[in-house]
């Protein structure tokens, strides 16, 4: 059976699980489907793109679980550190021993004094595929603000954080000042790790701003893929991305849902 991608949001011990993880995470890999579907098809390849792990009910297969860590444990760690602590809260589960690609979300980071801290994000394509987030990113891709040019200074998300937000907490990285642009850089940070789990190398020559490839800091810039009529911003993937993923045994033509409101102007009330 070819592999897909499932999700395991892992919980550190003291933190309080989201409710809406299982929802959002489907969301943004829905979402991101199309966008390798539509650049593989740009590139010659045909709408080829990854298939999601569902469950018997034919939803996402998501696995909540618990870490016998703290968050601070997470925050603070190292990457190597970082994957350790995830996968070993999986292998608790038995939950490791699967070729499926596994994007682990972990309810750890820290916002003191209007800055970020703990919001790790990197992948690899050992293992079958992994790739590890702070639940940060997938707090920020929300498909309601993608279509939202307002900027966020003083407004108040309770999921991520119980103060209100200063100007630039989630435009760190040059993320962009309005939350369409918080958006955009949330999916392209998690479309950017999941294309390591697939074994898609990053660019090395970094450019400035938020236009380029996936694997570079195109990433930021994803919002251009869902609203070009909204911002320069763009992201697209590399015709060696599309040759990589031509001969992967994990992209086939596949029958999508129907794209979401994140290409509409449907916007957040």
Known sequence: MTAAVRVIYVVPVGAEPWAEAELRATAVLEDIQWFFAEEMNRLGHGLKTFDIATA???SLLFHQIDSPL???????ASRKQYQARCRSAAKLRGLCDNNDITVYFVEAYSIINGKVSGAQALGWSRNGGEAFLSSLHLKMARREW???E???ESEVFDWIDSQPMRRGTLSWNKRGTQLGDVSGAGFGIIAHEVGHS???PKQE???PGRKGPLMGNGCRGMRGYFRPDLTEDRCLLR???GMVLSHSDLFAL???KPKSISFSGEVEK
Do not use: P, V
Not at 70 to 76: D, L, T
């Open 239 to 241: 015709e060696q991305d």
């Open 70 to 76: 703290s968050q601070e444990q997470f925050i603070h």
């Open 146 to 148: 993608i279509g939202n």
């Open 254 to 256: 596949r029958n999508l």
């Open 56 to 58: 018997a009910d034919g």
């Open 198 to 200: 697939f074994a898609l």
């Open 205 to 207: 020559k970094m450019r």
């Open 150 to 152: 307002n900027g966020y």
